[in-house]
């Protein structure tokens, strides 16, 4: 079954490849038109074809059009699409989509330069080979430039949490099936990478070609750009590429691991295969001569059978987890359920939605032990930060406020690193606060050397507990600043403060890489959802992800830790760091 709007850009993307392949411009249109006809029904084609409906009374639709758009209503490819499909490099789609050029263009550089993607048209244009050209020029070679960076862009990796949000009723329709046995996504989805390239699935199933039509079926499919026995790949609706595997059962473990990945961690995996005289690929863990099979059911099977321990998704990544599965000596990862406190959130006193009554509610039935309020400070203007008088009110509110039973709820603030690197706040309000998070917010293009000095700095104020959002990067959006974050960590370690990782999506910051830096280099972290709304607690698990990734402990995550132990760190008395518990 295919939507309308799934059918109409299937027909239109007939015309384009058409023009591409310069056909009969009456063809063309004949295909642009029948987009539009499909576009403006003001009901399901499907809807229409099931009832026997007879589509050449639609304007625009002839004969042969009317034969395919019934199966395309099914979810059958098109012809016309298959076959162009073959005969055009798919990368010319991309040429076309770059903005100044379009197919009749795409179609000039294909043939006079060899164009087939992107990578060639930036070079070409870069080269200055594309100006000369009949109908071009220079202002149009200027502008692909440009164009290609806009294409790639849009192209670029995902947030992991739009990812997932994206194909959850994708997931849903999939187990919908009842031939679906085991659904799992695998890849860096699995892997909990911060951001996604495309998403793996791997199904178990006995009737393999049953689970390949059905996501192809699937309303969201774009462009279906590949599929076979084994293996179907698709663009969803906002481009998002969709690769399916399905396997037998008795293939599911090795195949789950060969598609979770990563690859460089994969390369061990069979390097160690091959020195006990076996091979590894997705089927399984074969004997030499491939007649028999050592393991491949379960992944820990396989892990055993290779002498390692069962490693964790977030650790697969080739950074000494294999010799740690060898030796044992595999971290105990910290997991959402560690987590008790949360030390960095807002409420409606700046710029949340939620009151204190409503956060704090929130925050227990979460069932944490600990909440901190820590709303902006006044030089961040558009959040209505608060200044000294407003944040004395907010502590009588505190005071007054009906803290749910189990709760205790913390004083605190989120201030501003000025650009001198002095807090936006008055020195004795910090020292009757109980926890202090410190955060840039301005001023991110700073020269390296000034903002490395700006933030140390602030991390060196006796009041500080917290770091947040250590790089400023947005995902997407905007990259981290330039700071030396090797020289922040040894002053956070040396001053007692804690290096965040801001669990929003957008920020996940700091990264996985510098989390186990900074756990390296003795600092303790502190993993915190930047809440802006009692919902937004439940972004944990994003900043637990990464958090497992740069293989912490919940020892390492102060986040976890028994009051007494936390209380003791947030004051910075000494000692805290010997846990009676842990
Ligand atoms: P992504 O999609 O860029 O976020 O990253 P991954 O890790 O999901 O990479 P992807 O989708 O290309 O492949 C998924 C896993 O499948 C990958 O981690 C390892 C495995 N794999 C795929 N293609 C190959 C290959 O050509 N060689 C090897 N060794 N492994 C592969
Ligand atoms: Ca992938
Ligand atoms: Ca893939
Ligand atoms: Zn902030």
Redesign the pocket.
């Known amino acids: 079954m295919a939507s309308n709007a799934r059918i109409a850009r299937d027909l239109q993307l007939i015309g384009d490849l058409l023009e591409l392949q310069d056909a009969n411009p009456f063809r063309v249109r004949a295909y642009r038109n029948a987009a539009r006809t499909v576009e403006e029904l003001n009901r399901p084609l499907k809807d229409m074809v099931d009832e026997g409906a007879d589509l050449r009374e639609l304007p625009g639709i002839g004969k042969d059009l009317a034969v395919q758009l019934a199966g395309a209503a099914h979810g059958e490819a098109l012809d016309a699409l298959r076959e162009l499909r073959e005969q055009i490099p798919p990368g010319l789609l991309d040429v076309v989509r770059v903005p100044g050029v379009g197919p009749k263009k795409a179609r000039a550089l294909w043939q006079e330069l060899g164009v087939e993607g992107l990578d060639d048209l930036e070079r070409e244009a870069r080269a200055g080979h594309i100006a000369g050209l009949k109908g071009f020029g220079a202002k149009t070679e200027e502008r692909i430039v440009q164009g290609v960076e806009q294409v790639r862009r849009f192209a670029e990796?995902r947030r992991r949490a739009d990812v997932e949000q994206a194909i959850a009723p994708l997931l849903a329709w999939m187990r919908d099936l009842d031939c679906v046995t085991t659904l799992d996504v695998?890849?860096?989805?699995r892997?909990g990478?911060d951001?996604?390239?495309?998403v793996?699935l791997l199904v178990v199933s006995e009737d393999a070609p049953r689970v390949m039509e059905h996501l192809r079926r699937y309303d969201d499919v774009e462009q279906v750009i590949g599929s076979g026995d084994e293996k179907t790949s698709v663009l969803l609706g906002d481009g998002l590429q969709v690769?399916l595997r399905v396997v037998e059962q008795s293939a599911f473990g090795a195949a789950l691991l060969?598609?979770?990945?990563?690859?460089d961690h994969?390369?061990q995996l069979?390097r160690r295969a091959i020195e006990r005289d076996w091979t590894l690929n997705e089927y399984g863990l074969w004997s030499k001569d491939g007649d028999e099979r050592v393991a491949g059911a379960s992944e820990a099977e396989v892990y055993e059978a290779l002498g390692l321990r069962w490693t964790p998704p977030e650790l697969r990544e080739d950074r000494g987890e294999v010799e740690a599965a060898e030796t044992g000596a595999l971290p105990v990862l910290i997991e959402v359920e560690d987590v008790v406190s949360e030390l960095h959130a807002h409420t409606d006193w700046s710029d949340g939605t939620g009151s204190l009554e409503v956060m704090t509610s929130a925050a227990a039935e979460r069932g944490l032990a600990v909440f901190a309020v820590t709303d902006h400070s006044p030089a961040l203007k558009m959040t209505g930060g608060l200044d000294r008088e407003k944040l004395l009110r907010q502590w009588e509110a505190l005071d007054a406020l009906d803290v749910p039973t189990g709760l205790r709820v913390l004083r605190g603030m989120e201030v501003d690193i000025l650009e001198d690197g002095s807090l936006d706040m008055d020195d004795d309000m910090l020292e009757r606060m109980d926890v202090v998070v410190a955060s840039v917010h301005s001023r991110f293009g700073l020269p390296e050397a000034e903002q490395t000095e700006r933030i140390v700095r602030a991390v060196q104020h006796p009041q500080v507990n917290v770091l947040g959002h250590p790089t400023g990067r947005l995902l997407g959006q905007r990259e981290a600043y330039a700071v030396d974050l090797h020289a922040v960590i040894a002053a956070a370690v040396e001053h007692d403060v804690a290096i965040e990782i801001n669990a929003h999506p957008a920020r996940l910051d700091v990264n996985d890489h510098w989390a186990r830096v900074a756990a390296h280099a003795g600092a303790v972290l502190s993993i915190n959802t930047d809440a802006h709304a009692p919902e937004e607690l439940g972004l944990l698990r994003h900043g637990v992800l990464q958090a497992r990734r740069a293989w912490l402990t919940a020892a390492d995550v102060i986040n976890t830790w028994p009051w007494p132990r936390l209380q003791a760190f947030l004051a910075k008395e000494p000692g805290w760091r010997e846990s009676s518990d842990d």
């Not at 695998?186 to 989805?189: D, L, N, Q, V």
């Open positions: 990796r695998a890849g860096s989805f892997r990478r951001t996604i390239g495309d793996d690769d060969y598609f979770t990945g990563s690859k994969n390369v069979r």
